[in-house]
């Protein structure tokens, strides 16, 4: 069972910045961190969680969110097992519980417990 355990959430003031971690573990079924298409979304109070971030297999391709491009880079270190989403800029409506999520070729997905982001002055 593929486990995501994220990191790197807390409190800061607008205009500044934050890394996510996700660490990944437990793989089977002959698939590896570098089969799966890693992904970030959020989930704001009384809103729809919504995909941040999304990024290919072997890093090269990627997408974002219309609010969050330019500010958020995803990337992500298959050595490591690991993702991350580096986000500068940060302003208030960016306050969410940020997930991970992980796809497999079989189209299986795992999410992680979320970490809270919090844009307050």
């Known amino acids: 069972q593929v486990q995501l355990v994220e990191s790197g959430g807390g409190l800061v003031q607008p205009g500044g910045s934050l890394r996510l971690s996700c660490a990944a573990s437990?793989?089977?079924?002959?698939?590896?961190?570098?089969?799966?298409?890693m992904s970030w979304h959020r989930q704001a109070p009384e809103k729809e969680r919504e995909l941040v971030a999304l990024?290919?297999?072997?890093?090269?391709?990627?997408s974002y969110e219309g609010s969050v491009k330019g500010r958020f880079t995803i990337s992500r270190d298959n050595g490591k097992n690991t993702v991350y989403l580096q986000m500068n800029s940060l302003k208030p409506e960016d306050t969410a519980v940020y997930y991970c999520?992980?796809?497999?070729?079989?189209?299986?997905?795992?999410w992680g417990q979320g970490t809270q982001v919090t844009v307050s002055s």
């Open positions: 999520r992980a796809v497999s070729p079989t189209s299986t997905v795992y």
């Open positions: 437990g793989f089977t079924s002959g698939f590896t961190f570098s089969n799966y298409i």
């Open positions: 990024i290919g297999t072997a890093g090269d391709a990627t």
